[in-house]
C-alpha cells in the first residue's frame, strides 16, 4: 500500500515518517508533497491509497485536495491535521468524508489510530471492490430498496397484516422473512444536545455514518433509518435476532462515546425486546415515548423491560414565596442559580421525572404571572416572540432546556418590571411608538400594548407624567406635523389630515383650531405669507 504526505511544514513531515512504524500498516511506499499542485501530480501518476494532508496551507487548502480527489471518485483514505480545532473546516471534512482530523501537536498513538481505522475502511472497501460495477451498483440499490421497505413498516405505511407485508417483500424482491423477529436498536439525539454550528442536514449525515460505521459488520445499511421528530435526531436500526446481546450493548455504549467524542453531543441508546415485523411501528412508537420522557438517564444504553427507576414517593413541591421574594427583590443570577440546584439535587437523588418538571415549570410560571399581574404587565404580549415561545415549546425536554427557558423568562420579567416601577422609562417608550406610528389607526390599546401594558394602568402613568392623556398626546403630535406640513408642503388639506393620521377633514379641522386658535387654512395662509 501507499500513503501521501502533504504539509508545507518541512520539519512536520520529516517527523511524520520517522514516527510511524509504516510497515506496521501494510504501507511500503510513502510519498511527500509540500503543496497542494504537487501533490496533485503525485496523485495523477498513481493514487495513493491512504492521505495524510495538513488543511491549512499557503497555496491552496486540504479541504481543496480532498474536493479535487473525491471529485475523481478517489475512495482511499483521508486524514486531515491541523493547528487549531475549527469547526466548519471540521463539519466540512466530514461532508467530504474524511476518516479523521487531528490537532497539532501530533500525538503518535492518536495518529496510529487515526491510522488504523483508514486501513481498516479502506480492507472493507477493497472487499467490496471485488464485486462487479454492476453488482455495486445492485447492493447500493437494494439498500435503498430495502430502507424504504423498513420505514414503510416502522411509520405504519404498510399495513401491519403479514401476508401483505409478505406481498411487498416479494415486490420488492427483498431476501427476508416476514416471520423472523427482530430487536429494534434506537440512537436519539436531541437538537439541543449539539452544538449550535451544526447544519441539521450535515449532523444527521454524520451521526448515520458513524453509528453505520460501528455496526457494519453485522448490520446492513439497508436497515439503519435516520429521521428527525420533534428536534429529536433519530436512528432505528433493525437486528435480527438471535444476535450475541453482549456485542449489542457493547455497540451501542460504542456509539455513546463516540458521538461525545467526534460529534460532541450526547446520544441515548434504546434496545427493544424480539419483535415480530407487525410489531414494529407500535415498538417504535413506545421507544420514542420513553425517549420523550427521558429527562436525566440520557447518554446511557437503555435495556428492554429496565424502566427509569425515578424516587417520587414525596414529590417535590417549588418554594414559591422564596422564588416570590427573589423576583421582587430583582435577583436574577439567584432566581436562575435557586432553581438550577434545586433540579440538579432532584436529579442526583433520582426524583427528576416529566412529572416533577413540568410541575415545577407551572409553580414557576404561577410565580411569574402574578407578579406581572400586580405591575399590569400582560403576560401574553410580553412572551409573545418567537424566540420565548421556542424555548417554551422545549422547557419540559430536558434540564438543559428548562433552564434556557426559565433564564429568559426571568429576565424579560425582571426587565419589564423594572421598566414599570421606572414609570419614565415606560411613558418615553410609549411616546416614541406614538410619534412612530401616528399616521396609523391608533388606539389607546394599542399603545399599550407596545409597552406590555394594561391600557387603564398606561393611562394612569402617561397622565400622572404628561398632564395628557395618551390620546390629548397623540392628537398633540399629529397636529404638530400637520402644521409643517401645510407650511412646508402645497399638498391639500384634505391630504395633510390623512397623512397626519386623521379618519375625517372635519375632525382634522376640528382638532386643529382647538389646539391653534384657527383653521389649517388660516394657518397656512397666515404662515407662509410671513415667509
Known sequence: MRCMLIDDDIPTVEALLGIVNWDEFGITEVQTAHNIQDAKQLFENGEPDVIICDIEMPRGSGIDMIKWARDRQYEGGFIFLTCHESFSFASKAISYDADSYLVK?????????????????????????????????WLKNKDVVERGFWSDVLTATLSPRIHLIQSEVQKRELSLSVHTEYILFLVSVPRSQIESEWDESIFQYALSNLISEILITE???????????????????LIESPLDKKWLQDSAENIILMCRQYLKCTATCYFSEKTAVSGLSQVKTELEQLDES??????????????FHYDITDRFTLDMELFTLLFVQKEKVQIVNRLKKELELLTSLNKLDSTTLHSIREDFLQVVYSLLSRQHIQAHRLFADDVTQSLAQKADSSVFDFMKWAQALTDKTVDSIKEVLQSEGVVERAKRFIQ???????????????????????????KNETGQTVKEYLNDFRIRAAKQMLIESTASIGEIAMDAGFDTISYFSTVFKKLTGETPIAYRSKHKTAR
Not at 448490520?219 to 436500526?237: E, P, T
Not at 412612530?436 to 389607526?441: I, K, L, P, V
Open 294 to 307: 427521558n429527562i436525566i438517564f440520557r447518554g446511557k444504553v437503555h435495556l428492554p423491560n429496565e424502566p
Open 219 to 237: 448490520v446492513s445499511l439497508g436497515r439503519i433509518i435516520a429521521y428527525q421528530v420533534d428536534k429529536v435526531f433519530y436512528n432505528a436500526i
Open 436 to 462: 412612530e406610528n401616528y399616521r396609523q389607526d391608533l388606539s389607546r390599546e394599542d399603545v399599550a400594548a407596545s409597552v406590555y401594558l394594561t391600557a387603564d394602568y398606561l393611562a394612569k402613568v402617561f
Open 105 to 137: 501537536p501530533l500525538d503518535k498513538q492518536e495518529l496510529e489510530a487515526a491510522l488504523r481505522k483508514s486501513m481498516d475502511t479502506l480492507k472493507k472497501k477493497m472487499m467490496m471492490g471485488e464485486y462487479s460495477k454492476m453488482g455495486l451498483a
